[in-house]
């Protein structure tokens, strides 16, 4: 197992299209996490799942986002209509548990032209 | 509203120079602390994680400790290669699981 993936590594779109980011997690982990990262800030969360249930979504997720985990495996987020602050790197992240530290993938980095 | 706060936010050291990172914390039933390094152009690593006041946690240069309103990421003789962001992240509350984290601090380390 080679840890979190994630594809593609950058995506350049024009503004108002649609872009759909994918999530391989480490195979054991339950728990799926989705964040947002700009430059100079932390990580912020976006949503998490546990198995193929959507459990948290965050405030920042306006109705133009929405995640995926279908079979409880990986995942996609999908961001409709993009607009320039989209642009970021977004950061999936899987963790067997509670309280455990996550595993972060490379991220995919959003550029909105 | 649970808030982290990172100190300084750059912070430049000569090799060998031991120093320290803060990272101070508010927030409603701390179920974890976390500390990650951050590459440019990566994801965070996981280096820690504790999880009561007093606990200490130990890897190779780096030791983080905690009490109950920040924690503390040491670093002792520091390397070129320890250059990187570090970031501090809080779980807490009993209805989610997400991290809440801070702006990092910058670390240059040079020979």
């Known amino acids: 197992d080679t840890g979190v993936s994630q594809n593609p590594r950058h995506k350049i779109t024009k503004r108002g299209q649609n872009v759909t980011f994918r999530c391989d997690p480490i195979?054991?982990?339950?728990?799926l996490y989705w964040y947002r990262q700009t430059l100079g800030q932390g990580p912020e969360f976006l949503t998490y799942?546990?198995?193929?249930?959507?459990?948290?979504k965050s405030r920042l997720l306006s109705d133009r986002f929405s995640a995926e985990r279908p079979k409880g495996s990986f995942s996609t987020l999908e961001i409709q209509r993009t607009e320039q602050g989209d642009s970021a790197m977004y950061l999936c992240?899987?963790?067997?548990?509670?309280?455990?530290?996550?595993?972060f993938g490379s991220g995919t980095r959003l550029t909105v032209v | 509203e649970d808030q982290v706060t990172q100190s300084p936010e750059a912070l430049r050291l000569q090799e060998g120079e031991s120093s320290s990172l803060n990272c101070s914390y508010t927030?409603?039933?701390?179920?974890?602390l976390f500390w990650y390094r951050q590459d440019p152009g990566k994801g965070p690593e996981f280096l820690f994680t504790?999880?009561?006041a007093g606990e200490e946690k130990e890897k190779e240069r780096l030791k983080a400790t905690l009490t109950k309103k920040e924690s503390f990421l040491h670093i002792t003789a520091p390397k070129p290669e320890d250059s990187a962001t570090y970031l501090c992240?809080?779980?807490?509350?009993?209805?989610?699981?997400?991290?809440?984290f801070g702006t990092g601090t910058r670390l240059q380390v040079f020979p």
């Open positions: 992240a899987s963790s067997l548990a509670e309280n455990y530290g996550y595993t």
């Open positions: 195979s054991e982990h339950n728990r």
């Open positions: 799942f546990q198995n193929e249930a959507q459990l948290e």
């Open positions: 927030v409603s039933g701390l179920r974890g």
């Open positions: 504790l999880y009561s």
């Open positions: 992240a809080v779980q807490g509350g009993y209805n989610t699981d997400k991290l809440i």
